[in-house]
């Protein structure tokens, strides 16, 4: 049974900082790829990060480049993201979850989610 539980998000300011934590389960965490993924109001779901299964590679989208970084500790089963210099615009619920295939990380092609943790940046 696959369990995505995402935690950490909250209220800051423009330019503050959050880490975000997701504890997963149900898959042996230490082969697969992890993503974190958001959702705007209004908007569809996007691709965020995503690391390797084994830690070495990252990936990000254009628009967080130079201020998230995203890890994961394959003995705790936990995935994480660290957001710097957040902007109103990274409002979104964040979601993680596992990455079928790496080349095509932008979509996970899991269809299970968990509830996402709510980051909201305020100007």
């Known amino acids: 049974q696959v369990q995505l539980v995402e935690s950490g998000g909250g209220l800051v300011q423009a330019g503050g900082s959050l880490r975000l934590s997701c504890a997963a389960s149900?898959?042996?965490?230490?082969?697969?790829?992890m993503g974190w993924f958001r959702q705007a109001p209004g908007k569809e779901r996007e691709f965020v990060a995503a690391?390797?299964?084994?830690?070495?590679?990252?990936s990000y989208t254009d628009s967080v480049k130079g201020r998230f970084t995203i890890s994961k500790d394959n003995t705790k089963n936990m995935v994480y993201l660290q957001m710097n210099s957040l902007k109103p615009e990274d409002t979104a619920v964040y979601y993680c979850?596992?990455?079928?295939?790496?080349?095509?990380?932008?979509?996970?092609?899991?269809?299970?989610w968990g509830q996402g943790t709510q980051v909201t940046v305020s100007s």
């Open positions: 979850n596992f990455i079928k295939l790496w080349g095509r990380r932008e979509y996970s092609e899991y269809d299970y």
């Open positions: 690391i390797s299964s084994g830690g070495d590679s990252t």
């Open positions: 149900g898959r042996t965490f230490s082969i697969y790829h």
